[in-house]
């Protein structure tokens, strides 16, 4: 099974500073970021506040969650990132299974509760909270088991959380001071996420999948209007896997005439290399809510 899997496995990106030194990962922390079509794995340097490593493989198709513990496999053996004993690691997991709560509404024993009424469990998930303090809420997700038992053999001090705390707490940590309306949209390879901000205040988040440009617009233009926005006024900001020569682009510029790309946190520093990737691109491996 492993041996058929490592065809079905590339290596998109291997960036790995001159400073990265096995010796001294006591200072570092891996944050692995885990979907069903991708995994990212960056190494931030906690004495110089610096990333200095950045991994990325991608599938040839999208699996299940027990089979990415397979193919976790064949990547960890392929991976410069993997065999080291790191003051933390924080791993992040992507799927649709979230809902937020307010920290005004939120009972610790109702956890599960709440994400079964926004999702549909399979039954052998962990629930695990993430505390998002720049919108005073909670992040309710599921995490698989076959995930939760991969990492926690292979890694000690794991932190878990979901991607879109890291993507709704960095777009609100930049616009805390910022009152005009703004919308974010973060385009991975299957599934997109739409950000409403206005007044300091995240007003609209959620998650859609899609296989067009044309399944694209449509969701984006629907939450567009249902939100009363003028697509001719809106600021609106890309993040993520997305370039100006996409479809997804040039569509999105068709209906929205205020199209710019987004930016990472820019508390963090990144190696020469890391400082070359569009400062768009990887936005949620590259969050200060890890760290």
Do not use: W
């Not at 919308?183 to 007044?199: A, C, D, G, P």
């Amino acid at each position: 099974m492993i041996s058929e899997l490592k065809n079905r496995i590339s290596q998109k990106n291997c960036i790995i500073d001159e400073s990265f030194k096995g010796s001294n990962s006591q200072n570092y922390i891996l944050v692995l970021e885990i979907s069903t079509s991708e995994f990212y794995f960056t190494v931030f340097d906690s004495v110089s506040k610096k990333y200095i490593a950045f991994e990325s493989y991608e599938f040839d198709s999208s699996y299940n969650y027990d089979l990415l513990a397979d193919l976790f496999s064949v990547v960890e053996s392929q991976s410069s990132l993997t065999s080291l004993k790191y003051k933390t690691v924080s791993c992040s997991i992507v799927n649709e299974l979230a809902t937020l709560v307010p920290n005004a509404l939120y009972e610790e024993d109702r956890k599960k509760l709440y994400l079964k009424f926004n999702t549909q469990l399979q039954g052998n998930e962990f629930i695990l909270v993430d505390n998002i303090e720049t919108i005073d809420s909670k992040n309710i997700f599921a995490l698989p088991l076959s995930i939760k038992i991969k990492i926690d053999n292979l890694f000690s001090r794991v932190n878990y959380h979901h991607y879109s705390s890291s993507l709704i707490h960095d777009v609100t940590s930049q616009n805390k001071n910022v009152d005009s309306a703004k919308l974010y949209i973060n385009v991975e390879k299957n599934h997109f996420e739409i950000l409403f901000l206005n007044k300091q205040k995240l007003n609209f988040y959620n998650s859609f999948k899609y296989t067009s440009a044309e399944d694209y617009i449509y969701y984006l233009l629907f939450v567009i209007e249902q939100l009363s926005l003028n697509p001719e006024h809106i600021e609106l900001f890309l993040l993520g896997r997305i370039e100006k020569n996409d479809a997804i682009y040039s569509i999105t510029y068709k209906y929205i005439k205020n199209v710019k790309f987004g930016s990472k946190t820019n508390s963090n520093d990144y190696c020469y290399q890391l400082q070359t990737l569009p400062k768009h691109s990887y936005f949620t491996i590259f969050s200060s809510f890890y760290l």
